[in-house]
């Protein structure tokens, strides 16, 4: 891979997923926070050093993964000893988490291991700022907040590693944890010893912070004055929850047209359209949600896992013998049909990075595994998403969120109505087993499940 001279090509084209790593490799950056963009990234463009740990400019997934794993085999969704569905018997911890609960109960049998010193974790310290922070006690793991969906600053995750000595659990999305093994095994790789096992979070996108000012908009909330978000928790889709001292505003996140218009995906922070490691290929475990027919109709929300490493399956038979989760074996496929192919094998980012290239402009050089199995999306789309994406983006910028509403119900209305078709049809209908074309997960295998 060729040496990028410095960040000006992320901050130009609005890269930056706030993982922190320049800041470590390079001590003249800070990360604040453009208000135009609603995003944060570096103050400015540094040098070699920080470019070379950088996401948004690469990730050599080969070297990561062969270094974290000990070169076990690698399939195209990474290297995998076992996918599991699984949630947690703890009813209440279930229903308040953003799927399984999982990540708290993991949380809690790791952080009562005497060879476990903390966890470094995202806590939430005011408004909308959250950020990583270490806890040792298993008391303030149900304090956490569930799955946080805007962009937020995660460069204290390495600050943490470096001056506290010990082994940490640390749990981080998959951007977030390439931009720390980069640092560390291009700075620091003293520090990979204190990493004592991760968990990682499934992830196909996050948004900027224009997307909660349009859902304030259309809602009529202050967004100045926003105390508290929660994005899921209270069964399996959750609702959006936005706090400030007029009350609390809930929101469908299915159903409501405001919603669907403010996370749209023009709202997403634009590294995300060119992410090929949704499936977090780097962490020990890895948790998401089952979006899968056989799992629509649960009261509350069921984990997808993929267990990467034998301490993360060893972790998961314990908790099982414990009594608390309830666990049922599934295959990979599964993984895909969860959470689609262009999750899973990146049909339209490897797609959009060719084209980008083509028109020779800077995109992140990333090759996963998944490369291979991916089908790419053809030019033509990938050509119409880039223009119209540059134009949402433009008319975010200067506010106009009530024009991207009208746009939505009248030149957009035809693919979002197809998108709410295709859920009845895959989901409810089950037409893909009604086809042949799949066996969904048996009803007996989930019959523990609430
Ligand atoms: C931005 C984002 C996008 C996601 N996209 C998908 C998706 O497309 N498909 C899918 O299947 N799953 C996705 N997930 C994961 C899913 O929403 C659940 O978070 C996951 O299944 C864990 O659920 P849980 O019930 O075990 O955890 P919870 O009990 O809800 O705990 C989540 C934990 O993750 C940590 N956390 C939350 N948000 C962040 C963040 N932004 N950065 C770092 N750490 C964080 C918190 O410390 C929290 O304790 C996404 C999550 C995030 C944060
Ligand atoms: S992605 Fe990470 S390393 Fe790259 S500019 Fe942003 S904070 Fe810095
Ligand atoms: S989709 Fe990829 S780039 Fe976007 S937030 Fe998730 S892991 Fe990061």
């Given at each position: 891979m060729r040496p990028r001279r410095d960040l000006s090509g992320v901050i130009a084209n609005n890269l930056c997923i706030g993982c922190g790593a320049c800041v470590h490799a390079d001590r003249s950056l800070r990360l604040v926070f453009n208000r135009q963009k609603q995003m944060y990234e570096p103050d400015g463009p540094g040098g070699r050093d920080a470019a070379a740990v950088c996401p948004a400019v690469q990730v050599d997934f080969d070297f990561l993964q062969a270094k974290i794993f000990n070169d076990a085999p690698v399939t195209p969704l990474g290297v995998v000893r076992s996918v599991m569905l699984a949630q947690s018997t703890n009813h209440e911890r279930n229903v308040q988490a953003s799927s399984g609960g999982l990540i708290k109960e993991l949380l809690l049998e790791l952080l009562s291991r005497d060879e476990v010193d903390g966890a470094i974790v995202l806590g939430h310290f005011q408004g909308l700022r959250f950020e990583p922070k270490l806890i040792?006690?298993?008391?303030?793991?149900?304090q956490l907040p569930g799955s946080i969906y805007h962009n937020v600053v995660f460069d204290q995750a390495i600050q943490i590693l470096s001056e506290n000595t010990g082994h940490f659990v640390l749990v981080a999305i998959p951007c977030q944890l390439e931009g720390i093994y980069n640092y560390i095994y291009k700075?620091?790789?003293?520090?990979?010893?204190?990493?004592?096992?991760t968990i990682g979070l499934l992830c196909g996108w996050q948004y900027t912070h224009h997307a909660i000012k349009a859902i304030c908009k259309f809602k009529k909330i202050d967004f100045d004055r926003i105390e508290q978000i929660s994005f899921r928790g209270g069964g399996p889709v959750g609702r959006l929850c936005i706090r400030t001292p007029q009350g609390e505003c809930r929101v469908?996140?299915?159903?409501?047209l405001a919603y669907q218009v403010a996370f749209d995906r023009s709202f997403n922070i634009p590294r995300c359209h060119l992410c090929i490691n949704h499936s977090n290929f780097l962490a020990d475990i890895v948790v998401g949600d089952a979006w899968l027919p056989s799992t629509v109709r649960t009261a509350t929300g069921v984990s997808l896992i993929i267990c990467r490493s034998e301490q993360a399956a060893a972790a998961m038979r314990t908790l099982e013998r414990k009594e608390r989760i309830r666990t049922a074996e599934v295959t990979r496929e599964e993984v895909v049909e969860s959470q689609t192919r262009r999750v899973a094998f990146g049909d339209f980012s490897y797609a959009y990075a060719e084209y980008l290239k083509k028109i020779g402009e800077f995109c992140p050089e990333m090759v996963g595994p998944n490369r291979a199995a991916a089908r790419l999306s053809p030019e033509k789309a990938v050509r119409k998403f880039h223009r119209e994406n540059r134009i949402k983006i433009r008319l975010q910028q200067q506010g106009r969120y009530r024009y991207l509403y009208w746009r939505k119900l009248t030149l957009e209305i035809r693919p979002f109505l197809y998108r709410y078709l295709r859920w009845f049809f895959v989901r409810i209908v089950k037409i893909k087993s009604l086809l042949g074309t799949r066996k969904e997960v048996s009803r007996e295998k989930l019959a523990g499940f609430s």
């Amino acid at each position: 891979m060729r040496p990028r001279r410095d960040l000006s090509g992320v901050i130009a084209n609005n890269l930056c997923i706030g993982c922190g790593a320049c800041v470590h490799a390079d001590r003249s950056l800070r990360l604040v926070f453009n208000r135009q963009k609603q995003m944060y990234e570096p103050d400015g463009p540094g040098g070699r050093d920080a470019a070379a740990v950088c996401p948004a400019v690469q990730v050599d997934f080969d070297f990561l993964q062969a270094k974290i794993f000990n070169d076990a085999p690698v399939t195209p969704l990474g290297v995998v000893r076992s996918v599991m569905l699984a949630q947690s018997t703890n009813h209440e911890r279930n229903v308040q988490a953003s799927s399984g609960g999982l990540i708290k109960e993991l949380l809690l049998e790791l952080l009562s291991r005497d060879e476990v010193d903390g966890a470094i974790v995202l806590g939430h310290f005011q408004g909308l700022r959250f950020e990583p922070k270490l806890i040792a006690n298993p008391d303030q793991v149900d304090q956490l907040p569930g799955s946080i969906y805007h962009n937020v600053v995660f460069d204290q995750a390495i600050q943490i590693l470096s001056e506290n000595t010990g082994h940490f659990v640390l749990v981080a999305i998959p951007c977030q944890l390439e931009g720390i093994y980069n640092y560390i095994y291009k700075v620091r790789p003293e520090l990979a010893e204190r990493v004592y096992c991760t968990i990682g979070l499934l992830c196909g996108w996050q948004y900027t912070h224009h997307a909660i000012k349009a859902i304030c908009k259309f809602k009529k909330i202050d967004f100045d004055r926003i105390e508290q978000i929660s994005f899921r928790g209270g069964g399996p889709v959750g609702r959006l929850c936005i706090r400030t001292p007029q009350g609390e505003c809930r929101v469908n996140r299915r159903v409501d047209l405001a919603y669907q218009v403010a996370f749209d995906r023009s709202f997403n922070i634009p590294r995300c359209h060119l992410c090929i490691n949704h499936s977090n290929f780097l962490a020990d475990i890895v948790v998401g949600d089952a979006w899968l027919p056989s799992t629509v109709r649960t009261a509350t929300g069921v984990s997808l896992i993929i267990c990467r490493s034998e301490q993360a399956a060893a972790a998961m038979r314990t908790l099982e013998r414990k009594e608390r989760i309830r666990t049922a074996e599934v295959t990979r496929e599964e993984v895909v049909e969860s959470q689609t192919r262009r999750v899973a094998f990146g049909d339209f980012s490897y797609a959009y990075a060719e084209y980008l290239k083509k028109i020779g402009e800077f995109c992140p050089e990333m090759v996963g595994p998944n490369r291979a199995a991916a089908r790419l999306s053809p030019e033509k789309a990938v050509r119409k998403f880039h223009r119209e994406n540059r134009i949402k983006i433009r008319l975010q910028q200067q506010g106009r969120y009530r024009y991207l509403y009208w746009r939505k119900l009248t030149l957009e209305i035809r693919p979002f109505l197809y998108r709410y078709l295709r859920w009845f049809f895959v989901r409810i209908v089950k037409i893909k087993s009604l086809l042949g074309t799949r066996k969904e997960v048996s009803r007996e295998k989930l019959a523990g499940f609430s």
